[in-house]
């Protein structure tokens, strides 16, 4: 397990811009087609924006249709974790950076083989690094 990131609200406020904050710490979602990893394909690594965590492969990035960027995959069994949503009608699985605890989307149980899952991730929580 990553050594967790603790911070204040006001640390996390300066350290992300004002529609990071929203989603990563106050649980908020980005519209569909509109996050920059969307439709994205490059090749390298996808971090968390708040930490520097590594999370998800591009080699596990697939087009599910959604509106968000989504995997079938987390880069390590320990790159992020999950809990129970109830804020809409239906419950969830929230999908959380497990070293800072940042809010990055939902899990679902309709994605591709090998996995069947579908991390569905707003853009604005994810930074990419690049393979060299």
């Known amino acids: 397990m990553p050594e967790r990131i603790l911070k204040t609200d006001d640390e996390w406020k300066k350290l992300l811009t004002r529609e990071q904050y929203r989603v990563l710490r106050e649980k908020g979602t980005e519209l569909p ?26 080699e596990t990035k697939f087009e599910s249709g959604s509106g968000w960027p989504s995997f079938w995959a987390v880069v390590g069994r320990d790159s992020v974790t999950t809990a129970p949503d109830h804020s809409l009608e239906r419950e969830r699985t929230e999908v959380l950076c497990a070293r800072c605890g940042g809010h990055l989307g939902h899990l679902f149980a309709d994605g591709p083989d090998p996995t069947g899952m579908r991390y569905c991730v707003n853009s604005v929580s994810l930074e990419f690094r690049e393979e060299e």
């Open 33 to 58: 087609d509109s996050g920059e990893y969307y439709r994205f394909r490059k090749d390298g690594v996808f971090l968390c924006a708040a930490c520097g965590n590594e999370l998800f492969s591009s």
